[in-house]
């Protein structure tokens, strides 16, 4: 694995929103105790890049992108 962190304001905004709207629509993602719709997810994750709590991390080996907590990728290149 060779993960590399992509700033989300370096993206295209339609891109981003789609890798936003497949992200939330991922099997296993869980949002809690209760079932927010996709654009409330959407927004969810939107705000936690917005305000650097979350961070999208590319895998250049698989081709593959996450989003993850801004404290479980320390050591990661940005």
Not at 46 to 65: K, N, P
């Amino acid at each position: 694995m060779t993960p590399v962190i992509i700033p989300h304001h370096s993206l295209d905004p339609d891109t981003l929103s789609a890798m936003l709207e497949e992200f939330v629509t991922r099997d296993g993602t869980d949002y809690g105790e209760y079932d927010a719709n996709m654009p409330l997810r959407v927004r969810q994750v939107r705000s936690q890049l917005e305000s650097g709590r979350a961070v999208i991390v590319f895998d250049i080996d698989e081709e593959t992108f996450s989003i993850l907590p801004r404290d479980a990728i320390e050591g990661i290149d940005a």
